[in-house]
C-alpha cells in the first residue's frame, strides 16, 4: 500500500507542478505578449516582473516534480498565488462573459492553491528526492544499541 500511496502522490505532484511548469514556459516563449497584459493590468516594470514570474514558475515546479524541497517550491508557489489571482482573475470587477471566465480562472487557482497546501503539509510522498536521501541517512546513521540490563552497573554510592 505504501508503494502505491507513493506513486499516487508523485502523479498528483506531476499534475499540480504541470499548471506552473506550462506557464513559465510559455512566458518566456511570449515574453512581449506576456509583459504587454502585465502592463495593461497597470504593473510597473512588466518585463522585470513577468521574468521573475517565470523563473519562479519553472524553478519552483521543478522542485515539485523532483520532490526535492518540494515543501519550500509549495510555499513559494502558495504566497505568489495571491497577488497572482487577485490581480489577473478579478472577476468582480468584470461583467458578462469575462466575468465567468475570470471566475473559472479564480477558482481554477483556488484548487490548485489546496493542492499546494496539502503538498506543503503533507510532504511530497515516498517516491521523491528528499525521501531517498532520508533513506540514504537512515542507512548511513551508525546503529546505537541500548546496553543490556545486565551489562548496567548500579549507580555508586558516596
Known amino acids: 500500500m505504501k508503494a502505491l500511496r507513493a ?8 499534475c499540480l507542478a504541470a499548471v ?48 526535492y524541497k518540494a515543501r519550500f517550491g509549495a510555499l513559494v508557489l502558495l504566497i505568489y498565488l495571491i497577488p497572482v489571482t487577485y490581480l489577473f ?11 465567468t471566465m475570470q471566475q473559472i480562472m479564480f477558482l481554477k487557482n483556488l484548487a490548485i492553491f489546496g493542492g499546494l497546501l496539502y503538498l506543503l503539509c503533507d510532504g511530497p510522498g515516498g517516491f521523491a528526492c528528499d525521501a531517498l536521501g532520508r533513506k540514504k541517512h537512515q542507512e548511513i546513521k551508525p546503529q546505537v544499541q541500548e546496553p543490556k540490563i545486565s551489562e548496567q552497573r548500579p549507580p555508586e554510592h558516596v
Open 7 to 14: 506513486i499516487l502522490v508523485f502523479i498528483a505532484r506531476l
Open 20 to 67: 506552473f511548469l506550462f506557464s513559465g514556459v510559455s512566458k518566456f516563449i511570449l515574453f512581449d505578449q506576456n509583459a504587454q497584459y502585465m502592463a495593461s493590468k497597470g504593473l510597473p516594470n512588466a518585463p522585470l516582473l513577468l521574468m521573475a514570474a517565470a523563473i519562479v514558475e519553472v524553478l519552483c515546479s521543478l522542485l515539485i516534480i523532483f520532490g
Open 89 to 99: 482573475h478579478n472577476f468582480w470587477n468584470l461583467e458578462d462573459g469575462e466575468r
